[in-house]
């Protein structure tokens, strides 16, 4: 599975948008990108993925470019309850099932 | 809430003794992965049951294995416990697809002595 970079640490006011950047360059054609985030003592929760197209959820809207080789989680109006580790994972379909490769994820801090 | 529950949340062995930690899948899904969470270090892949067979491993010795009953629950057995064992061990469930979303328990924090 293609390797992942994210910033170590980000920080963000209670509110507004948070934008989270993943680069992804060695990214194949099979290969979803993942966000998962993981609150202290908790878990890892799903946020969303996608392969080509930018998808949208409940938590969160996911924006990958159009070469792929990067993408950029958004929380819309962050929370203190959104302070979190949040990871970044590429993983081939249809073949790694259930293997995530964890790097050291950005330590988002939502700030009141 | 993610419905995937895992016993017992924490848990005091010495080292050389052997452990089993247990797992209940969220309602529907059919496979299961175990994940290896240091201190500080984001979780680290150790296997994952699909028909209660084993498919797919990480990198981790055979002292690690595991079970898949016919109602997809699991467990993870560690044998020959070590110092470097003391980790957050997480479950995690999912229904087998070309893109899964898995779904994580709180896990159990094993401290070997």
């Known amino acids: 599975d293609a390797k992942t970079t994210q910033p170590p640490s980000m920080d963000c006011a209670e509110g507004r948008a948070a934008n989270l950047p993943c680069n992804h360059s060695t990214i194949s054609g099979n290969e979803y990108v993942y966000w998962y985030r993981q609150i202290h003592s908790q878990g890892p929760q799903y946020i969303i993925h996608g392969l080509k197209n930018n998808e949208t959820n409940e938590m969160a809207s996911l924006i990958i470019t159009e070469d792929r080789k990067s993408s950029t989680l958004i929380l819309p109006h962050a929370t203190l309850r959104d302070t979190a580790v949040y990871y970044c994972i590429v993983q081939a379909g249809g073949t790694s099932y259930g293997k995530l490769t964890f790097g050291q994820g950005t330590i988002l801090t939502v700030h009141p | 809430e993610t419905g995937v529950t895992q016993s017992p949340t924490h848990l005091i062995k010495t080292r050389g003794q052997q452990v089993t930690l247990r797992c209940s899948s969220q309602?529907?899904?059919?496979?299961v992965s175990w994940y290896q969470q240091a201190l500080g270090q984001g979780p680290q892949f150790i296997f994952q049951y699909y028909r209660e067979e084993e498919n797919g491993r990480g990198n981790f010795p055979p002292r690690f294995s595991g079970l898949q009953f016919p109602n997809y629950s699991s467990e993870l057995n560690v044998n020959a416990l070590e110092l470097d064992d003391s980790a957050l061990y997480l479950c995690?469930?999912?229904?087998?697809?070309?893109?899964?979303?898995?779904?994580f328990g709180s896990g159990t924090q094993l401290s070997v002595l």
């Open positions: 309602s529907g899904h059919n496979t």
């Open positions: 995690a469930s999912s229904l087998r697809a070309p893109s899964e979303k898995l779904f």
